[in-house]
């Protein structure tokens, strides 16, 4: 096992004006399951195509260990990737596609099933082993392309939206596995993915990418409460978060016909506007309050959404509400006043956090 380190690692490709990946500094420790996430283009798979040596660096360094690969060439870096897509040899059995990286290296056929044995039993895929690729179904053949990995006791596992392929239940149960799995074996992991949900509930620290820049690393729950910027804060969260443009009064910010309070010393810095984020949770409904006129009203289940548009205010708000007794499209109803610990100051211009 070992550590990942990029050191102002640069990647810019042929006939750009600008970095694809710009200038990452990041490390992730020994045996951490680390996600990279953010919209697409965002440079989160050239950076992981990067690690692997399947892209060249421009400038800076990556180190494994204390070992600078840079300008290794993929068979030597002692990494494993499982892709978006299986890569399975269709006229191998299971077996012999998990197993055919060792054949590849020369191992003994001994060790070859015992390793293959090992992974297929961490995986619930021994009774597969005698199988087609066609024979099975999509999360089988993803196990299949983890064990493929697994089997090679790589220092690093590289995982590069491995899931996008599967239908949404199956994408939830196999999810669990692959952070169950992680945890079991220990070994470094770097998965990149465009889904908030999967980077909020996999990694033990996620990195948030956009225009090929971090703009935050920590824990899920540290991104989620306390988001650098306003970037972060409106990428992360399902639905997201309520940012609306605010005027600074005496005492805080103004919403509607109410103050907002919000610390002097937080709004120091500020201009004459700020951006004020909050979550949908944390507005509540109430029988007086900032007027909403419901527009769309999204029920998930055990939990309900409305979308609304009040005056003075150009951005939709959304709000969750009672599944039992959601609004009706039209009607009008009143959020209650903001709670000050729950509201995120951001700079107007800058986006970041005040």
């Known amino acids: ?164 392929n599967l239908d949404a239940k199956l994408r939830v149960q196999t999810r669990t596995q692959i952070a169950a799995l992680q945890r079991r074996l220990g070994t470094t992991t770097v998965y990149v993915t465009h889904d908030q949900v999967e980077a909020m509930t996999m990694g033990d620290r996620v990195a948030v990418m956009d225009a090929g820049v971090v703009q935050q690393v920590a824990t899920p729950r540290e991104i989620y409460d306390h988001p650098v910027n306003v970037f972060v804060a409106g990428f992360l969260g399902s639905p997201a978060m309520n940012l609306l443009d605010l005027p600074v009064v005496d005492g805080g910010v103004r919403l509607g016909d109410s103050v907002v309070p919000v610390e002097r010393s937080v709004l120091a810095e500020a201009g004459p506007v700020v951006t004020v984020g909050v979550r949908p949770e944390n507005l509540g409904i109430a029988p007086q309050g900032l007027p909403v006129t419901v527009s769309v009203v999204e029920e998930t289940g055990a939990d309900a959404y409305l979308y609304g548009h009040t005056e003075n205010l150009t951005d939709n708000i959304v709000a969750r509400t009672d599944w039992r007794h959601p609004p009706e499209k039209g009607s009008v109803i009143h959020l209650a006043p903001l709670d000050h610990t729950q509201v995120h100051v951001f700079h107007a211009d800058t986006g970041r956090r005040l």
Not at 12 to 34: C, M, N, S, W
Not at 109 to 127: F, M, N, P, S
Request: charge should be negative; include cysteine; charged fraction near 25%.
């Open 1 to 164: 096992m070992a550590s990942v380190t990029f050191d102002k690692a640069t990647r810019i490709f042929d006939g750009q004006d600008r970095p694809t990946v710009d200038a990452i500094d990041l490390r992730i420790e020994d045996g951490e399951f680390l996600v990279l996430v953010g919209p697409s283009g965002c440079g989160k798979s050239t950076t992981l195509r990067m690690l692997a040596g399947l892209e060249d660096v421009d400038s800076g360094r990556i180190l494994i260990g204390d070992r600078d690969v840079t300008q290794l060439p993929p068979k030597d870096r002692d990494i494993a990737m499982v892709f978006q897509n299986y890569a399975l040899y269709p006229h191998m059995t299971v077996a012999e596609n998990m197993g055919f990286a060792l054949r590849i290296a020369k191992a003994s056929k001994a060790d070859i099933a015992a390793r293959v044995a090992e992974a297929a039993e961490l995986l619930g895929l021994t009774d597969f082993l005698d199988r087609k690729p066609k024979a099975l179904s999509g999360g089988q053949r993803q196990r299949v392309a983890m064990g493929r990995a697994i089997v090679r006791s790589p220092q690093v596992f590289l995982m590069d939206e491995p899931l996008s």
